[in-house]
């Protein structure tokens, strides 16, 4: 079974761009997460989308979006890009967030804003 | 809000030896649940092992271990027989009951390992 997969793996983008980050998760998970790594913040989380719903939402500002299709596939979309927004974003899916069901993570997609 | 704590930046360990890393965090809760992830080198976060709040027996995994103090708020992680790629980022995390896939993850400890 594939497992997350996440595009792209690296990004350059300058101060005052958008981007927009993709992430498909296992067949068959309907849970798709979010979380920003930076070395100074670590691991924050984003926010999360059940079904087409965002279910769950960290406290970062309304330049971070994101939205699931009903196959699941999730984008992530950073507006007016500041140079704090260079980090490694990460997808994680699960079947539903319930308490049996393990966490799965993908590679990453590296942003850098310059 | 919940906190983790890995109050361990790095750590070594001799291959084929033990290492223990530490975890404690703080939440009003009393369902919840406990994590440690590896990421190594290719970033992918890999999850080691996972604990259950209510469940008192401490989770184990082939060589991986934790010692789960519920009333300590005290979460630590043994290694046994540690090899090469064990050598990794570990990071700590917590999930409180009914919030989704909404993790805490504390700031990390790095582990070498030594030939």
């Known amino acids: 079974k594939a497992g997350v997969t996440q595009t792209p793996r690296y990004l350059i983008k300058t101060r005052g761009q958008q981007v927009t980050l993709s992430c498909s998760p296992i067949?068959?998970?309907?849970?798709v997460s979010w979380y920003q790594q930076t070395p100074g913040q670590g691991l924050q989380f984003l926010f999360e989308y059940f079904s087409e719903t965002q279910r769950n939402k960290g406290n970062f500002p309304g330049r971070f979006s994101g939205r699931q299709f009903s196959n699941s596939r999730s984008e992530m979309n950073v507006s007016t890009l500041e140079l704090g927004d260079s980090a490694l974003y990460l997808c994680?899916?699960?079947?539903?967030?319930?308490?049996?069901?393990?966490?799965?993570f993908g590679n990453g997609t590296r942003l850098t804003v310059t | 809000a919940q906190t983790v704590t890995q109050s361990q930046p790095e750590m070594s360990v001799q291959e084929a030896e033990t290492v223990t890393l530490s975890c404690t965090y703080d939440?009003?809760?009393?369902?919840?649940?406990l994590f440690w992830y590896k990421q190594p080198p290719s970033r992918q976060m890999i999850l080691v092992i996972r604990?259950?709040?209510?469940?008192?027996q401490n989770a184990t995994e082939n060589r991986f271990s934790v010692n789960f103090q519920k009333a300590a708020k005290s979460f630590s992680l043994k290694i046994s027989d540690s090899q090469l790629g064990d050598a990794a980022m570990y990071f700590c995390?917590?999930?409180?009951?009914?919030?989704?896939?909404?993790?805490?993850f504390g700031g990390g400890t790095r582990l070498m390992v030594k030939p």
């Open positions: 939440t009003s809760e009393s369902d919840y649940y």
């Open positions: 604990q259950e709040a209510y469940k008192q």
């Open positions: 994680a899916s699960s079947l539903e967030g319930h308490r049996e069901s393990p966490l799965h």
């Open positions: 067949s068959g998970h309907r849970s």
């Open positions: 995390a917590y999930r409180r009951n009914n919030a989704g896939n909404m993790l805490t």
